[in-house]
């Protein structure tokens, strides 16, 4: 019964990691070579892992500030003032709403915005396209659904921050979360002077007390029954990427929560000769030296570099056949 050779499952909280690297480097390698290794490590290898952060979602055409949000967001400009808050979908997020009605008016408009209205995937289907073949798994922090909605089977999906579709109770109280796109549409339609009316305001089924978005903003973040089903199959995936050539694929994750794709990403390379790290950002694409060969570290605009790796990848598949 016992198998003394089958390794210890590697689960995501193994996985995570607070350490950081202190030899990084900016990679002087000139960019026509970094996407040419890039194409090379991910055509040799048998499991690609995507980390991506919010870079992604942005280098894919997602816009939170600036024209777009003073074009989408004038009616609660116009309530509140612009002020410190209502510049971008970030910072507003944090207004302190002086009512559920207020707050809701906000998060409807913001979760459908960024969420189930988002379409942004041309980049998406391009990059999945050229990782046709491959074992695949997306560990994710973005909460907008983008890999999904460019058709990768949810099963190989990890969301671990939240989801834009999904609302909890405030404080936790029980582990369920509750799709809510149909209601943020009914408070869409209802919505008047950036308020919704108090009968559509959502109050948690269990304590009666307010709900909220499902999003990791506080320790009352509910883990569900999906959630956790995610990262079983996450754990899954990520052990067996041990015994097989495997690329991280990290795309636009910076340093506002490093501790679940880049940091944790530098330390599985660092343990596994087989495992290769390959970063795109837009700026902060630094690799630890020590990692040799093994990573690559391209600062770049993101959207050009996925394509130029793709290209790549699809012509050396039609020069194979
Ligand atoms: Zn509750």
Redesign the pocket.
Known sequence: MFNRNEKKMLRFSDFLSGEYARDYIHQDTPYAEQIERSAKLIREADYVLIGAGAGMSTAAGAEYGGKFFEENFAEFQQVYGKGPYMQDMYSAGFYPFPDQESKWGYWAHQALLAGADLDVTPLHKTLLEALKGKKLFLLSTNADHQFEKAGMPVEQIFQTQGSYRLIQ?R?G??NKTYDAVELFRQMEQARRHAKIPSELVPR?P????EMAMNLRVDDHFVEDENWHAAEERFSRFLSACRDGKTVLLELGVGFNTPTIIRFPFEKLARQHENISLVRLSRSKAVVPASLGERAVGINADMAQSITDIADILRARDRGAQ
């Open positions: 109770c404080r109280c029980h948690c269990v304590c009666g007390g």
